[in-house]
């Protein structure tokens, strides 16, 4: 049985052939027009990035190196006993582009489980910070304070060749990978839970599994497998969000995987990007106290426009790529589709009935180019069922998740030797100069 780090070393030289030859070949090809819209539109649609790991096309939603989520669901490892896709198979996939055996993917279950122990200092800084502080700026603020371990930043210290940059980077996504569940649930812990002990990890079962477990919810199978499911599929989703972008620019500067995702983790925490996770529950709940009982798709319509005329966006609807409802959604929709308990629950029901009423209203409305859920719009609902009913700490559960994408990717940048980011700004003047007489 490979390890990951052995499958990925068979890969590399295979992909920095492919870079070598592309730079040979097309360094001066064009892949598109740089419009004025691009530049004061927040890039859209600006193709400017290299990312292996997933692309997203507008229709069809993400793939992870080839993989749709129903290709992953079939394709992908599930924990002993469950059905959905765990955690460690997506991220043998993201980083080496390959679909890893069972025994691969136990071996990585085991690997993780076996580093993700919080050295003290990380313990005693999250212990020490107020309950009252977003458990999002507690996440970046532990996933920084994990860079005093880092192996990356020892090692360029000392003084590395260029190409050995990926190996030590790797050690640190590892880690860092297999550190988050401890710190994301001691985060939750102490927050909501003070004073239980939290138990310790069992290394003989996945990532989410302990994850679950160290919540304190791991009596709950069917939370687990939602988890799984949860984690696996917002793993990645190419790499100009702002959370993977960040961590993609901040590691350019060659700062380690944990600083990189530490800043990664900010910009996840931002409305418009995964704090609409946080933001969809609170709105829908909101709704729901509006609305009494007996619901009516009419009902819901005049509180979509009542959301809409208070000049506020509907969370959990629109997309900067998307065209379509998003599969992710989709994927967890069909997660409460086999079960009764969820398919019964109130605030379920709702989440579905709005998703039924809101695309018209926002046509409508007229202004988004994407009237259909994202993910967020159904993610919440389902935890809030299953007794997870913080929605202040949603986030962290996607800040768990996007550490597969976005830290897998560092490594590559590393292996291919991407150059530090650093795009051209103009200002408006020099915009105005450059466009006159077009
Ligand atoms: N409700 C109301 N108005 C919306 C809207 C929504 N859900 N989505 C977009 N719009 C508005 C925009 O605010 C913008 O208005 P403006 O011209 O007055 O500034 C206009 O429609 C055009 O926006 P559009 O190009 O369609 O969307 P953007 O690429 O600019 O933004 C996001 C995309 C996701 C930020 C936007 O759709 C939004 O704010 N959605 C609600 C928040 C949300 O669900 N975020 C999570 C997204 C994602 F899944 C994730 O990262 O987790």
Redesign the pocket.
């Known amino acids: 049985t490979k390890t990951i780090r052995e499958a990925l070393e068979e890969v590399i030289p295979k992909k920095q052939a492919q870079l070598a030859a592309l730079k040979a070949r097309h360094s001066q090809s064009v892949l598109g027009d740089v419009k004025v819209e691009h530049v004061i539109g ?1 890039m ?1 649609g600006l193709k400017a990035m290299l990312w292996d790991a997933s692309v997203l096309d507008p229709l069809e939603g993400i793939r992870f190196h080839g993989l749709s989520i129903p290709d992953c669901q079939k394709q992908l490892t599930a924990a002993p006993g469950g059905k959905e896709i765990i955690a460690e198979s997506m991220l043998w996939l993201l980083l080496t582009g390959q679909v890893p055996t069972e025994a691969e993917t136990r071996q990585l279950s085991r690997e993780l489980a076996e580093k993700g122990d919080l050295p003290k200092h990380v313990i005693d800084l999250i212990d020490s910070l107020p309950t009252t502080l977003h458990p999002m700026t507690q996440l970046g603020m532990g996933v920084a304070a994990l860079n005093h371990d880092s192996k990356f930043a020892a090692a360029y210290e000392e003084g590395i060749k260029k190409s050995e940059y990926w190996t030590h980077t790797l050690d640190d996504c590892i880690n860092l990978i297999a550190r988050l569940p401890a710190l994301a649930a001691r985060i939750y812990r102490n927050v909501y839970k003070p004073g239980q002990e939290i138990p310790a990890i069992n290394k003989d079962i996945d990532l989410v599994g302990n994850y679950v477990n160290m919540l304190g919810f791991g009596a709950n199978h069917d939370l687990t497998e939602y988890l799984r499911l949860y984690i696996a599929i917002h793993g990645d ?1 190419e790499g100009g ?2 959370s993977a972008h960040t961590a993609h620019l901040v590691g350019s500067t060659l700062a380690d995987p944990y600083l990189s995702y530490s800043a990664a983790l900010y910009a996840l925490a931002g ?4 704090l ?2 946080q ?2 529950l609170r709105w829908q709940l909101d709704m729901q106290k509006e609305l009494g009982n007996n619901i009516t798709h009419e009902k819901i319509k005049e509180s979509l426009w009542k ?2 005329k208070s000049g ?10 998307l065209r379509n409802p ?1 599969p992710r959604f989709v994927a967890l929709q069909e997660f409460c589709l086999t079960r009764p308990d969820l398919l019964a629950d109130p605030v379920i029901q709702l989440v579905k009935q709005t998703s039924e009423v809101a695309p018209d209203v ?1 046509k409508e ?1 007229g ?4 009237p259909y859920p ?4 159904a993610s919440g609902c389902v935890l809030y069922h299953y007794g997870l009913t913080e929605f202040k700490y949603y986030t962290v559960i ?1 800040g768990v998740s996007r550490a597969l994408g976005a830290l897998t990717q560092l490594v590559w940048a590393r292996a291919l030797g991407l150059p530090l980011e650093r795009p051209k700004s103009l200002s408006l003047e020099a915009i105005e100069k450059l466009v006159e007489g077009q």
């Open positions: 927040g859209r989703h969000n702002a409305p418009l990007h995964g609409a996770n933001e969809v959301t809409l506020r966006v509907v969370p959990g609807y629109g997309h900067g790529v998003d926002l409305h202004k988004t180019k994407n994202n993910v967020d719009a996607f």
